[in-house]
Nanobody
């Protein structure tokens, strides 16, 4: 079964940037929609962004539009989430997920704080 591993999280000041990666092993991203979701303390997990596999078009949550960019490198079996202009409210654990399945990564912590 495919496995996903996220990386790239960390502590960043407001206004800063981070680039998250989601690497797939034991499988290929091709043929799958891969989404990014996040969960802040005390809150439910929420959708952040996805790339639709066939048309390679991105979808973004309202709070990610204009600040986050999702991309994919099929040759590297990796999906990226570039996050710019980060705000304290972006603090959360970020997960990637093969949509429609229970395949999730372990998550990577993003903390935005001065």
């Amino acid at each position: 079964q495919m496995q996903l591993v996220e990386s790239g999280g960390g502590l960043v000041q407001p206004g800063g940037s981070l680039r998250l990666s989601c690497v797939a092993s034991s499988g290929t991203l091709i043929g799958h929609n891969i989404g990014w979701l996040r969960q802040a303390p005390g809150k439910e997990r929420e959708f952040v962004a996805r790339i639709r596999d066939i048309v390679a078009s991105p979808d973004y949550a309202y709070f990610a539009e204009g600040r986050f960019t999702i991309s994919r490198d099929n040759a590297k079996n990796t999906e990226f989430l570039q996050m710019n202009s980060l705000k304290p409210e972006d603090t959360a654990v970020y997960y990637c997920n093969v949509e429609g399945t229970d395949i999730w990564g372990q998550g990577t912590q993003v903390t935005v704080s001065s």
